[in-house]
């Protein structure tokens, strides 16, 4: 539902413009300077109060062809502020046919996507306008109800992360978002290319970069990260509800396709992608893992020792890294499985293990019994002194002394 409504009737307000803008022998200026009075008017009227039967000329003349397919980019601005207008005051009924409706959305993302740049550029506050529109009257859940919306709703979700990455205001960056919210809070089927824009962006370099920093515990994040990273993040955690169904299919059809042939190097490098973007996700969007953690667990059980190598090395930083305690709390069952791959068959995958030592000692402050007892005790042949420095304060540990020797244990 378009989120404003009409209250009541009370003093409704006709439109006063009645000027003609479709119509041949209309020069570009004089067309122009029509739509500039007909954009100030409408979006002055109030929404409550408005007499929606004196805007039946202009509605049916701003979807004319003439306009949605002008050559001039001020024409098409200013159109597009008069529509979104439209859509407002008549709010919650669209006045458009579906076909209309299509055509008219198509020609918003356009113009957003062409003209929408920096705040010293060619008509920005009519961009400004179309976009605040958008996210504020939330007009733009009408395209779920739109036959084949699925593709309208693909192109939006791309062209939205590509124009985020031109470092615009964080207003603008906002307004985006709450687009982005809305149309997978309505949709009733997310496209799987939807899903795969968004993802796409836990692992492209900048967001690499970007959860690096992370790592490093820069202070302050958001200096480094990249518009359409933040973008990401912003909507996969206002919508984990609705998206962790779909992140979760989205990784099991990746393991899926790529555990068929084991010989298969190429194979076990798009798993271990697969687990690197399960890292990033759990680094800034951890309630959409809420299915994931649990396929971890299981591929820590599997013949498949490359398998059982990229999920112990991948949950053991998922284990080691500041969140790492609320990992452990949530998923109990997940950590007291992956401590036990000390007993794993393959040398190379309880080693995985030892390679997580500096993070738990470090981050894990209220586990650090649970590791002691399930790896020190295990291996009688650490010395006791050993054991002792390990537990020393994080600020104080001789991590790389406590490491060689753990690992030393485990090889023999």
């Known amino acids: 539902m378009v989120a404003q409504t009409r209250a009541g009737n009370t003093s409704p307000k006709r439109l006063s413009f009645n000027e003609k803008i479709v119509g041949k022998g209309l020069a570009t200026d004089a067309l122009l300077k029509k739509l500039k009075a007909l954009h100030t008017e409408l979006a002055e009227l109030d929404q409550e109060l408005v007499d929606v039967n004196s805007l039946s000329s202009v509605r049916t003349q701003l979807v004319n062809t003439s306009i949605l397919l002008h050559k001039d980019r001020g024409v098409k601005a200013y159109a597009?502020?008069?529509?979104?207008?439209?859509?407002?005051?008549?709010?919650?009924?669209?006045?458009?046919?579906?076909?209309?409706?299509r055509d008219i959305f198509q020609f918003f993302f356009r113009q957003l996507s062409a003209g929408l740049k920096g705040?010293?550029?060619?008509?920005?506050?009519?961009?400004?306008?179309?976009?605040?529109?958008?996210?504020?009257?939330?007009?733009?859940?009408?395209?779920?109800?739109?036959?084949?919306?699925?593709?309208?709703?693909?192109?939006?979700?791309?062209?939205?992360?590509?124009?985020?990455?031109?470092?615009?205001?964080?207003?603008?960056?906002?307004?985006?978002?709450?687009?982005?919210?809305?149309?997978?809070?309505?949709?009733?089927?997310?496209?799987s290319e939807v899903l795969e824009t968004i993802m796409a962006q836990f692992m492209a370099n900048d967001a690499v970069?970007?959860?690096?920093?992370?790592?490093?515990?820069v202070v302050?994040?958001?200096l480094y990260q990249q518009p359409a990273y933040r973008l990401a993040v912003q909507v996969c955690n206002?919508?984990?509800?609705?998206?962790?169904?779909?992140?979760?299919?989205?990784?099991?059809?990746?393991?899926?396709?790529?555990?068929?042939?084991?010989?298969?190097?190429?194979?076990?490098?798009?798993?271990?992608?697969?687990?690197?973007?399960?890292?990033?996700?759990?680094?800034?969007?951890?309630?959409?893992?809420?299915?994931?953690?649990?396929?971890?667990?299981?591929?820590?059980?599997?013949?498949?020792?490359?398998?059982?190598?990229?999920?112990?090395?991948?949950?053991?930083?998922?284990?080691?890294?500041?969140?790492?305690?609320?990992?452990?709390k949530k998923y109990p069952t997940t950590w007291n499985v992956w401590l036990m791959r000390k007993n794993d068959k393959a040398a190379a995958v309880r080693l995985k293990l030892v390679e997580s030592v500096k993070g738990l000692l470090v981050n894990l402050h209220d586990h650090r019994d649970s590791v002691n007892g399930q790896t020190s005790c295990h291996y009688h042949r650490i010395y006791a002194h050993t054991r002792q420095t390990c537990w020393s304060s994080s600020y104080s540990i001789p991590t790389r002394k406590c490491v060689q020797r753990f690992a030393k244990c485990i090889r023999s």
């Open 80 to 101: 597009a502020c008069c529509l979104a207008d439209i859509l407002r005051l008549y709010a919650p009924d669209a006045p458009y046919t579906h076909t209309e409706l």
């Open 119 to 191: 705040a010293d550029a060619s008509y920005y506050n009519e961009y400004f306008h179309l976009l605040e529109s958008l996210s504020t009257v939330k007009s733009v859940v009408l395209v779920c109800d739109l036959p084949h919306a699925e593709e309208l709703m693909v192109d939006i979700f791309r062209d939205f992360f590509g124009l985020v990455r031109r470092d615009l205001a964080k207003k603008i960056e906002i307004f985006i978002a709450d687009i982005l919210i809305a149309l997978i809070d309505e949709c009733q089927a997310l496209p």
């Open 209 to 217: 970069c970007v959860t690096s920093h992370l790592i490093a515990n």
């Open 238 to 328: 206002a919508t984990a509800d609705k998206l962790q169904r779909h992140v979760c299919q989205y990784f099991t059809d990746i393991i899926v396709a790529h555990s068929q042939d084991s010989d298969s190097e190429s194979n076990f490098e798009e798993i271990r992608k697969a687990h690197e973007l399960v890292k990033q996700l759990s680094r800034s969007c951890p309630s959409l893992l809420h299915s994931v953690i649990p396929q971890l667990e299981e591929e820590l059980r599997v013949e498949e020792v490359q398998v059982r190598l990229i999920a112990t090395q991948a949950l053991g930083e998922m284990f080691s890294e500041k969140g790492g305690s609320d990992l452990v």
């Open 220 to 222: 302050d994040l958001a």
